[in-house]
């Protein structure tokens, strides 16, 4: 009884933060510190959580995990929102202007209607991404410092290469004038499933909440060791579109990594995708000196 109830923590969160979005004060809305402050306590609550009831005591946060993960989550919510506003948004949205595009009849639509569209872009183009990710090397090298993560936890969906986070952070959401409130809220929405998703956590959210939305059991698998494995369930929250596109795979595991399962430290997650260039140049200059 008390493990059901606890089951239907993920879904009761999501709840909370679509309701707290639909009703939120205009001037909350307006306020860009919001998001930020309903962000920081979605990721403290999962956290939270990973204390009261764990799903496995080898991914139990260390403090070298705890400081690496907040650095990430702090770098992605700064740095890289910067170049993704920077040079893909607000080019995007230029271009959308010069064209003479509108698109306000999707802030007219019903507040679940607009949030339902945003998760739809996000996760459709973060869905495309992620398998061109596991099926073309160059970008491979990018996402792969992400699955040489040795445990699940709360704060791991921002662990991994700069490359990586910028190009999973590309959607088409800027060619539709969405509602801020619509916005925020999808962006939270997003948040509490895939937070939950990378969590130490031992919820199993029921089927009509994981048959839609990504849980533990899903990622956990596609973390898997052997890399075969990894190339299942790529929705980041919306599970729905690996059941649609084939790429689905029931399942769970709790060994995770990549290799020989060595996790890679900061510096090392950073230059990976250039090792095979830095060898190469490595091996040339070795050959001419011994010529
Ligand atoms: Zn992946
Ligand atoms: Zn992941």
């Known amino acids: ?79 890289i929102a910067w170049v993704t506003a920077t040079f893909a948004d607000d080019p995007l949205k230029s271009v959308k202007k010069s064209l003479g595009i509108t698109t306000h009849w999707a802030e007219h639509m019903p507040f679940l209607a607009q949030l339902a569209l945003a998760i739809f872009l996000v996760e459709f183009g973060q869905y495309w991404m992620h398998r061109l990710m596991h099926n073309w090397t160059p970008f491979w090298l990018t996402h792969a410092p992400h699955h040489h993560i040795t445990q699940l936890n709360a704060m791991k969906g921002s662990v991994g290469n700069p490359l990586e986070l910028f190009l999973i952070s590309l959607t088409a959401v800027a060619l539709f004038d969405l509602s801020p409130a619509a916005t925020f809220c999808a962006f939270n929405c997003l948040g509490v499933i895939s937070t939950f998703a990378h969590a130490n956590v031992g919820a199993n959210p029921p089927i009509w909440y994981s048959f839609f939305f990504t849980t533990i059991r899903h990622h956990s698998l596609h973390h898997s060791v052997p890399y075969e494995d990894t190339r299942y369930n790529y929705g980041n929250s919306l599970i729905l579109l690996d059941r649609i596109f084939g790429t689905y795979r029931e399942g769970e595991a709790s060994i995770v990594g990549q290799g020989d399962r060595k996790r890679l430290s900061v510096w090392e997650q950073t230059i990976f995708p250039f090792v095979p260039v830095i060898d190469w140049f490595k091996a040339r200059r070795a050959k001419s000196a011994a010529a």
Do not use: C
């Open 1 to 79: 009884m008390k493990q059901k109830l606890f089951n239907l923590v993920p879904p009761a969160m999501l709840l909370v933060v679509i309701l707290f979005w639909a009703f939120a004060p205009a001037a909350w809305v307006k306020s860009g510190w919001t998001v930020v402050i309903a962000s920081s306590l979605i990721t403290a609550t999962v956290l939270g959580l990973e204390f009261i009831a764990e799903r496995h005591a080898h991914w139990r946060m260390t403090w070298r995990e705890f400081f690496t993960d907040i650095g990430y989550v702090i770098f992605s919510a700064t740095a």
